[in-house]
């Protein structure tokens, strides 16, 4: 099992979230997170006043898939979040190790 969590703009989560229903991926976790990368925010005017805007907001999204799902899923997301532009974002893949389905008690990919 592989863990997917993408760093993507806030409006491109339906169009993440419809790509990866089209491969049939039900469950995703989704967090509103700020935070910036090699845009290093910027600076805006309020009332008057020069303000810098270090972290930027941004939406995580978390998945959890069998590996034979990884490769598309991961495919999806990319082309669904890219606009072309800085701060598009990132994709991180890691393993895991075990998942267990709370109301059953199943494991591993039965579980996911």
């Known amino acids: 099992m592989k863990k997917i969590e993408a760093i993507i703009k806030p409006f491109k989560l ?3 979230k419809d790509a990866l229903a089209d ?3 039900e469950g ?3 967090s509103e997170v700020k935070g910036f990368g090699r845009q290093k925010g910027h600076t805006e005017i309020y009332r008057g006043s020069e303000y810098t805007v270090d972290f930027l907001p941004k939406i995580k999204i978390e998945v959890v898939l069998t590996d034979d799902l990884v490769e598309g899923a991961t495919a999806a997301i990319l082309k669904a979040a890219k606009t ?3 701060g598009d974002g990132k994709i991180f893949i890691s393993t895991v190790l075990e998942a267990v389905r709370i109301r059953t008690e199943e494991t591993g990919d039965k579980a996911v």
């Open 14 to 16: 339906e169009e993440v």
């Open 84 to 86: 072309g532009k800085i």
């Open 23 to 25: 491969l049939g991926i």
């Open 28 to 30: 995703m976790t989704v």
